[in-house]
């Protein structure tokens, strides 16, 4: 149990253009999703929290309007980079727990965007 | 602010041997979590163990088993009869009342054969 997939698990892109990554929870509902953004060899950086149904909500320093998070059901998180640049290029990570383990978060397998 | 604190940035163990990875950690809360996180070359980021901060007993999954010293805002862990599989990157985590993870750096872990 508690398995959580995303998708793409790659993806190359032109500088300027958006990429839109999901994130779903498959066998349990998610009432809140996390993303994450991590660098080689560092720790994970909290980006956004997410939650089904509201806004989400952005860390300090990361952009809402270049980072936009949409929940729109218990199993569904995307995260859309807009107007990707090449500094944006690393990997995401997305998070969800359970409504019954708050505590306990469960990752999905990641994405690594380069963008050119 | 809750901070962790991962001191050693590489380990490394015999295969077959016990290794423990310290972690130690900050906070004004009476009621969190803790865990481990194992991230290897995949970059999957697998729950190892965690540990509710109300219990004494101190957590075990297998050969993985943590030592959690709450007066001394220390929690461990022990891998015993480290396979070459172990191989990774282990994240100490904490988490309470605001249920965001906060992570320390991470540790490398090599197993030798």
């Known amino acids: 149990g508690a398995v959580v997939s995303q998708h793409p698990s790659r993806v190359i892109c032109k500088s300027g253009t958006s990429v839109k990554i999901e994130c779903r929870s498959l066998?349990?509902?998610?009432?809140?999703m996390f993303w994450y953004r991590q660098f080689p060899k560092k720790s994970l950086m909290l980006m956004a929290t997410?939650?089904?149904?509201?806004?989400?909500?952005?860390e300090q320093g990361v952009e809402k309007d270049k980072f936009l998070i949409n929940h729109a059901s218990l199993t569904l998180s995307t995260l859309t980079v807009t107007s990707a640049h090449p500094e944006d290029s690393s990997f995401y990570i997305c998070?969800?727990?359970?409504?019954?383990?708050?505590?306990?978060?469960?990752f999905g397998p990641g994405t690594r965007l380069l963008v050119l | 602010a809750q901070t962790v604190t991962q001191s050693q940035p590489e380990m490394s163990v015999q295969e077959a041997e016990t290794v423990t990875l310290s972690c130690t950690y900050d906070?004004?809360?009476?009621?969190?979590?803790l865990f481990w996180y194992k991230q290897p070359p995949s970059r999957q980021m697998i729950l190892v163990i965690r540990?509710?901060?109300?219990?004494?007993q101190n957590a075990t999954e297998n050969r993985f088993s943590v030592n959690f010293q709450k007066a001394a805002k220390s929690f461990s862990l022990k891998i015993s009869d480290s396979q070459l599989g172990d191989a990774a990157m282990y994240f100490c985590?904490?988490?309470?009342?605001?249920?965001?993870?906060?992570f320390g750096k991470g540790i490398t872990l090599s197993v030798r054969p």
């Open positions: 997410s939650n089904e149904g509201s806004k989400a909500t952005y």
């Open positions: 906070t004004s809360e009476s009621d969190y979590y």
């Open positions: 066998d349990f509902q998610a009432t809140t």
């Open positions: 998070s969800a727990v359970a409504g019954n383990d708050k505590e306990t978060q469960y």
């Open positions: 985590a904490y988490t309470g009342a605001n249920s965001k993870l906060t």
């Open positions: 540990q509710e901060a109300y219990k004494q």
